[in-house]
């Protein structure tokens, strides 16, 4: 079994994982967000999407005026823009206090990142030691199991971040 399946079925695992702990700590009405946490997601969502929306155009026209072929294989463009418009959302929604609900515990969330983080860097430090992330000159779906880790790394540490300086504040 190749390493591209192998990350496949521990991605499905994690988020079968991440929907039963959600199914599970949400059925009561204290894990919901309070209406000021509703607004600030609904404004993150807004900068996430922006995102997505200005790499998108800001590639086509890259690849379109200064360069004679794209720079990822299919499919690799629109996954990278994914990943930019998380961070933006996640990295707002922490900085603003609404990325879990008013009782939710952020290590469940956290030890869930961890696991995409270790399972996604163990095939990347083995698709950048066979090379095999850029061919043809193209980025090549290689590249992305160091985007999804590097996205996740970072709001693991926006979130550690985010705790850090809310203990602080308390103190």
């Known amino acids: 079994m190749d390493t591209m399946k192998i990350t496949f079925i521990i991605v499905c695992a994690a988020i079968a994982i991440f929907i039963l702990l959600i199914k599970k700590y949400s059925m009561d009405d204290s894990n919901r967000y309070d209406e000021r946490q509703v607004a ?16 998108n155009v800001l590639y086509y026209l890259a690849t379109a005026i200064f360069f004679e072929k794209p720079l990822m294989q299919d499919g690799i463009a629109p996954m990278v823009g994914v990943c930019l ?43 950048i030691r066979d090379g095999l992330l850029i061919k043809d ?8 199991q160091p985007i999804i880790t590097v996205t996740f790394l970072i709001i693991i540490i926006a979130i550690i971040v985010k705790l850090i300086f809310s203990r602080e504040e308390e103190e």
């Open 137 to 144: 000159g193209l980025m090549t779906e290689s590249c992305l």
């Open 85 to 127: 418009g998380l961070v933006v959302f996640a990295i707002e929604c922490i900085r603003n206090d609404a990325f879990f609900s008013i009782r939710q515990n952020p290590w469940v969330y956290m030890l869930l990142c961890l696991i995409v983080v270790l399972s996604n860097g163990y095939v990347s430090f083995q698709n």
């Open 40 to 55: 600030m997601r609904s404004k993150a969502y807004k900068f996430g999407f922006g995102t997505v929306l200005a790499y």
